[in-house]
């Protein structure tokens, strides 16, 4: 098993199947959202023609919805997939964001919930699309003044309520809308079925993976996460592997054996060498992986990401992620940390700046 070729098939960073960024969010199941900006990129690159137009005609449009979900962080999740994952996985974000807030110190009464709550509604339904700063001025008016951090949980609440979701799609900063204007109701599914469609949705665009990353990436618990591959029954199969194949990263410590779950309709033809990727901080390649070395050496680790979860823009080639590269500057900014590279990045480059102007 090619695991890194498999991968790239898998995550659409190659030959990708879709014309439509929606597509690939909804076939993706939720992808990380932290970078503002760079969350179109990571989208988009993952499209035949990359375009910043569709992705924000589909955002705008609510085909695309950006929330804290998962692990309670920003997600873009498909408004099919809305509220059957809202549904299964709110109860733990609000466990997580309630964790963050008792170690700072912080405590928001229900009585407080509920008033702040209508506030943000009746700003949202007026406005349609609205700001941070903007629901700190409604509050201001209502006499009511908070710091930058309280007001962000006060969001999160409504957001993991179902109540706000993201608004229109500006250049810089995000917004929100509520729910109601921009996701239509959704038959409710039973928690069996959502298991079965988020552990499909994982495997079908990540595979190879473990059920550890499976749980990493959910944020739900180890329990589900195997009640999910189990109502999968033989449409996804385990493989047990000692040293992952397909990787060019030399000098890697033998790992422990692991189970890679792969389904049964897998793809793995397309596959050629000599690509280069210029992948954004926060992208799925990465994040959607407790363990990353099958692509990143853990010699270069501190290269793609920190201990506090901050993720850098990072180069792969054939796969193996290989050095940094700078997104908002005028000309290619690129460095390699690993390994010997003279072919040129300006195809991808291009790629990258082309798909701003679409």
């Known amino acids: 098993m090619n695991s890194i070729a498999i991968r790239l098939l898998s995550q659409q960073l190659i030959c990708p199947q879709f014309d439509d960024p929606a597509a690939v969010v909804n076939y993706m199941g939720a992808m990380q959202a932290q970078e503002y900006r760079l969350m179109r990129w990571a989208v988009a690159m993952r499209t035949k023609k990359p375009s910043a137009k569709a992705f924000k005609k589909a955002f705008d449009s ?3 919805i950006r929330l804290h979900l998962m692990r309670g962080t920003w997600q873009l999740v498909s408004a099919e997939d809305y509220w059957p994952l809202l549904e299964l996985c709110s109860a733990k974000a609000l466990s997580v964001i309630n964790g963050w807030m008792h170690s700072n110190k912080i405590r928001i009464p229900e009585e407080e919930v509920k008033q702040i709550r209508e506030i943000l509604v009746r700003t949202a339904a007026d406005k349609g699309s609205v700001t941070k700063e903007d629901f700190a001025q409604a509050l201001e008016e209502k006499d009511i003044f908070m710091d930058e951090h309280r007001l962000s949980y006060h969001i999160r609440y409504a957001e993991l309520s179902g109540t706000l979701c993201s608004g229109d799609l500006l250049p810089m900063k995000a917004t929100y809308a509520l729910t109601a204007n921009k996701v239509k109701p959704h038959v409710k599914m039973d928690r069996d079925e959502t298991l079965a469609l988020v552990a499909r949705k994982y495997f079908q665009s990540r595979q190879p993976a473990t059920l550890e990353d499976f749980v990493w990436w959910s944020g739900l618990n180890i329990n589900d996460c195997r009640r999910g591959i189990e109502l999968l029954g033989t449409s996804l199969r385990g493989e047990m592997t000692k040293q992952p194949e397909g990787s060019s990263i030399e000098g890697r410590k033998s790992i422990n054996r692991r189970t890679f779950y792969v389904t049964d309709d897998c793809r793995t033809r397309g596959f050629r060498k000599g690509k280069y990727l210029l992948i954004p901080p926060y992208d799925e390649y990465l994040i959607g992986y407790k363990s990353r070395d099958i692509v990143l050496s853990p010699d270069y680790r501190h290269k793609a990401h920190n201990n506090s979860g901050i993720f850098q ?22 460095t390699f940390f690993m390994g010997e590279h003279e072919t040129d990045l300006q195809e991808e480059w291009k790629r990258y700046k082309t798909y701003q102007l679409k």
């Open 62 to 64: 609510g085909q695309i």
């Open 313 to 334: 823009p990072v180069i792969a080639h054939d796969g193996v992620i290989c050095g940094n590269w700078t997104p908002f500057k005028e000309n290619l900014d690129a």
